[in-house]
């Protein structure tokens, strides 16, 4: 056995240079290669870790406006119901006072009738009264609707002022109407009793008016004098119906 | 057949003979040149089926490398892996008729073993500086001088040996039982040698590995790599 020295050389140097060309032409790249892609493995982990970051960020997020939504709804909710309630009082409420007001005004209607019908059966049995005493006072005897009467109209007569009084039966007779014709006597009483109230002497035209049932009427034309009973009737007639 | 352990120059380049040996390591070094160039033109970063190999190839040395030395892999790459792909192709090389594989020979043998030597000095030195690596001889005792200078070349001298041992004893067997049986016995004993040759292949690599490995963390042949030293 020999060792070819030669060989052995050769061998190491064809070794060392066999190492630079694998070093130079498959491991360093094959290594850079694999540490890129292993870069590349964890920048993509990273993207995908922080994009689970943003995910869940926005998840929470989402899950925050999810809820404000949510108290936001239950919020309006309770608002809107509260005011359905609040509209409902107030529907009620103004119901209520429309109904008291349809009840008070239907009640002051129905009293409103009910004084109607009271002052217009008052304003009828007033009437009524008013014809019965009419019918009852026509049957009075003749010289019961003149006698007294004249004395009366001469106290209304004496109580109007002196100013009206000089005008009275100035410029003519003055027109007095009566329920019948008078007799000289009740005449001259008459034209004596206004005579003495206007405190001169005038002269009477005397007009039958039985629609005066009894007394004496004076027409001038500044005052009217009135002192028989239908005046009286309608004056009862109209203090009835006023109270009734 | 040719004696083994005798080597015949298939010719001369002046006054250099050259050997089968180192026209087939010519021959691999070629094809490995070829591949690694045309390799590192279709590397992507969506590998292939190839790429995927070549890719678990390196991966795997760098584990291994890892593993053994706690260190970066990066600065040993290039030498471990070009021995461990280097020797394997070199002993599977037998499976080619009429191809000698250069492992076969103890010249290739202790060459790689020499590179390994020198390289566990430069790294050591490089890793500790010269007067801690000098020191590192004395570990634990100046006693101990001798011997860890002698387990030194012990130690390199058993890497020729192994590997040339298994791998020159198997094409031998092949040799002898084709010249005395046929043509077909030998197949079972020529994938023997292909699991002989892959397991010397490893087992030198790793040895490399463990020797560097010592020296760049001090203490020569006393130091205790993460990994157990593989003995064939």
Known sequence: MSIDWWALGLQAINALVLVWILARYLFRPVSA????????AQAELRRAAQAMEK????????DAERAAFARELSDLQDKAQYEAEEIKRQMRLSAEQEAAQIRQDAAKAVDQMQKDARHQMGEEAATLAVQIARKLLTRLPQEAQVSEFSTGLAEALAALPDATRSRIGAKGPVAVRAPRALTPEETAKLRGDI????ERDVQVAITVDPSLIAGFELDAQTAKVRNHLAADLMQIKEELVRHA | MENPLITQPLFYV?????????????GIMACLTGFSVWMSGRLRTTPDGLQSAVELLVDTIDGQIRDTMNRDPEPYRALIGTIFVFVLISNWSSLIPGIEPPTAHLETDAALALIVFVATVIYGVQ????KDYLAGFADPSWVMIPLNIVEQITRTF??????????????FVIGIVLSLAGLFLPIPLMALDLL???????????LATVFIGSAVEGGHATAKPATKEPTQ
């Open chain 1, 195 to 198: 005579s003495g109230a206007l």
């Open chain 2, 14 to 26: 002046g006054p250099v003979p050259i050997t089968s040996a180192v026209l087939v390591t010519w």
């Open chain 1, 55 to 62: 995910a869940e960020a926005a998840k929470s997020a989402a």
């Open chain 2, 158 to 171: 058993s890497l020729i040996v192994r590997l040339f041992g298994n791998v020159m004893s198997g094409v």
């Open chain 2, 127 to 130: 890793a500790q500086g010269v």
């Open chain 1, 33 to 40: 290669i694999i540490a890129e892609r292993k870069d590349a």
């Open chain 2, 196 to 206: 002989t040759g892959a397991v010397q292949a490893y087992i030198f690599a790793v």
